[in-house]
Each structure stands twice: as C-alpha cells, then as structure tokens.
C-alpha cells in the first residue's frame, strides 16, 4: 500500500486514480459527521458557505433537513445545530437531511471531492475506517487542520491510520513517516496532550470541553461516512 498524508488541504495535490482519501478533523466536523450518521441521519451535506447550506436547503421541508455547522467554532444564527457531535442525536437527527458547512471539515472535502472515494475518519470511528480501506493500493489521508495551520490533533489521528495500515512493503512519503512517527511518541498520553492543543483549548474556553473528550473516544461510532456527488452516507456492511 502506498500512503501519504497532506497535514492541510493546501498540501494536498489531489489522489491519483483509484486511491482512497481520509479526511479527518478530529475536533470537530469528522466527528459530528459521524454522529450524525450513527444517529440515523439519513444523509449529510457538506458545503463551504453559509449562502449555498441555506440554498440547498430550499427544496426540503422543514421536517426533512436539518442546518448545522460553525463560523469561529460557535453556530451559525438562524441553523439549528452547531458543529458539536453531542447535539446530533437520534432524536434530533434520525430520518433527517443534514446540511453541514465549517470552517476548517467541509473546505477540506471540497478540496477531495474529485477523488475517487472519499471516507470522513476520527478516532470514534477509527478502526472501522482503517477496516474499510485496507485493501487499497493507496491512500491519502487529508488533515482538515485549522485556518491553513497544522492541528496535531488530525496529525496524530491520521499517523494512528498510518501505523495500522502500513505493513510489510508499504510505501510512506515522508509526511506519513512524520505523522506516524508524532502518534507513537503521543499515543500512552494522546487525551492529555491533544486536550492542550491551541485548537482545543480555544473550543474549551467556549464552553465545549466535552466534545473533545466526546472526539477522542476511540471506536465509539464504529460507521464509516462515505462521501459521493457531494453527499456523505454510511458505507453499507
């Protein structure tokens, strides 16, 4: 398996025809993707703007579709959710439509969206997406980070991805080497350091300190999000 890491979207030039591509924000979109899911949404849209999440929401009633997401890690006035994985329950999300735009996750997938296949990872459902592209001759794992900078948060994850992938003749660029390397000297105290990063100390002093603990729950929503023409849905078992 050949693998490479893109530590932010602009680093990232694009897969090559038949690879995989991960995008991960641990803290917080690839998260609430996944929660959506596991609570019965029935499938998510990530846009990049505020304008087009509400266009498209045009054509649903208001039962149907849901408005969620992020500008400065707050909600957007007038959405009903936010960007935290706590409020995507089942009672609020199951059967429903959600239309999700954020600062740092959905410009990534946009950055993806020619790709092959596109899968959403974070640690709640990191195994199930390492299960899911261990066949594959290559991946990319895309880190949304934040603001164009680096989150060691994504890193980590994605280095976690790379140790679990990479076995006998992988091929690693060195951004993936780098990436493993950061997960294996984090990983007996990953929770800790990743609570101090600069993102999640910001999301922390907002009030949403238990999403970060929400996000590192590792293999707590074993689905794994599959983005196609722009919509993103659980992949069948």
Do not use: W
């Not at 090559?16 to 996944?34: K, N």
Request: a negative charge; hydrophobic letters at 45%; charged letters at 20%.
């Amino acid at each position: 398996m050949k693998i490479s890491v893109a530590h932010v979207p602009r680093q990232f030039a694009g897969a090559e025809p038949g690879a995989a591509v991960v995008m991960i924000d641990v803290f917080r979109a690839s998260t609430t993707i996944a929660a959506a899911l596991a609570g019965g949404a029935r499938f998510v849209l990530p846009v990049t703007d505020v304008e087009q999440a509400v266009k498209l929401a045009e054509p649903y009633t208001e039962n149907e579709v849901l408005l969620g997401g992020e500008r400065e890690c707050e909600r957007i006035e007038g959405f009903q959710l936010g960007n935290s994985p706590r409020e995507y329950t089942r009672e609020v999300v199951a059967g429903k439509v959600v239309i999700l735009t954020t600062t740092n996750g959905t410009q990534a997938l946009a950055a993806a969206k020619d790709a092959d296949t596109v899968l959403i990872g974070s640690f709640v459902n990191f195994s199930a997406v390492a299960d899911a592209i261990a066949g594959r001759e290559a991946v990319t794992i895309l880190c949304a980070g934040n603001n164009g900078r680096l989150s060691l948060e994504d890193y980590a994850c994605a280095g976690g991805l790379v140790n679990q992938l990479a076995k006998g003749q992988s091929r690693l660029d060195d951004a993936a080497l780098a990436a493993r390397a950061a997960y294996r000297s984090l990983r007996t105290d990953l929770a800790r350091v990743l609570t101090s990063t600069e993102h999640a100390l910001r999301l922390a002093g907002l009030g949403f300190r238990t999403d970060l603990d929400f996000a590192l729950k590792v293999d707590s929503l074993p689905v794994v999000p599959v983005m196609s023409e722009n919509r993103i849905a659980t992949l069948p078992t």
